[in-house]
T-cell receptor, first 113, second 113 residues
Framework: DAGVTQSPTHLIKTRGQQVTLRCSPK?????VSWYQQALGQGPQFIFQ???????QRGNFPDRFSGHQFPNYSSELNVNALLLGDSALYLC????????????FGNGTRLTVT | SQQGEEDPQALSIQEGENATMNCSYKTSINNLQWYRQNSGRGLVHLILIRSNEREKHSGRLRVTLDTSKKSSSLLITASRAADTASYFC?????????????FGTGTLLAVQP
């Protein structure tokens, strides 16, 4: 039973570029959430997708957008990259029902130069 | 922004000793969860405690919750070198915001063999 998988594992981009990160949820899970984790900090909630729609959003600018596909996989897109976007981006899947623990992937390490 | 803070920020103990980490949060919650993160990897769910529970056990883990003080503690008994990791508490910071977890700043635990 595969857990949450994310690709790529590492990525280096230049300021102003755009990036797409991908996530496949744990089998049986229908909800995908994305988190940004800066070095030495806790993860910060970006947004959550369920039934192919963004359901909840954290305090992130519109440069951050996402998508969920019919097979529940998801993408995170970041436009006009800034140096401050350098972080570990974590995808987590769960069931939409409340109190369902999050299952995290190992993340994509994004470096913006 | 972070919902809460863990205390201490870093903790170093010997194998076999107990480790206690504390977490404070700001808003009313439905539940509080603890996660572990090994260096550079995804988070792993450890335990969930509901707002109407005061204490919960899982193996060598013991979690307490005091909603009047908006605080929680995680006790790891008989620690092992493999327990070396960062530990985060997480709350559903808004009532009804299903699975929108707000993480604290984390405690870095080092268990010396």
């Amino acid at each position: 039973d595969a857990g949450v998988t994310q690709s790529p594992t590492h990525l280096i981009k230049t300021r102003g570029q755009q990036v797409t990160l991908r996530c496949s949820p744990k089998s049986g899970h229908d909800t995908v959430s994305w988190y940004q984790q800066a070095l030495g900090q806790g993860p910060q909630f970006i947004f959550q997708y369920y039934e192919e729609e963004e359901r909840q959003r954290g305090n992130f600018p519109d440069r951050f957008s996402g998508h969920q596909f019919p097979n529940y996989s998801s993408e995170l897109n970041v436009n006009a990259l800034l140096l401050g976007d350098s972080a570990l981006y974590l995808c987590a899947s769960s069931l939409v029902a409340g109190n369902s623990p999050l299952h995290f992937g190992n993340g994509t390490r994004l470096t913006v130069t | 922004s972070q919902q809460g803070e863990e205390d201490p920020q870093a903790l170093s103990i010997q194998e076999g000793e107990n480790a206690t980490m504390n977490c404070s949060y700001k808003t009313s919650i439905n539940n509080l969860q603890w996660y572990r993160q090994n260096s550079g990897r995804g988070l792993v769910h450890l335990i969930l405690i509901r707002s109407n529970e005061r204490e919960k056990h899982s193996g060598r883990l013991r979690v307490t919750l005091d909603t009047s003080k908006k605080s929680s503690s995680l006790l790891i008994t008989a620690s092992r070198a493999a327990d070396t990791a960062s530990y985060f508490c997480a709350t559903d910071g808004e009532l009804g915001a299903t699975n929108k977890l707000i993480f604290g700043t984390g405690t870095l635990l080092a268990v010396q063999p």
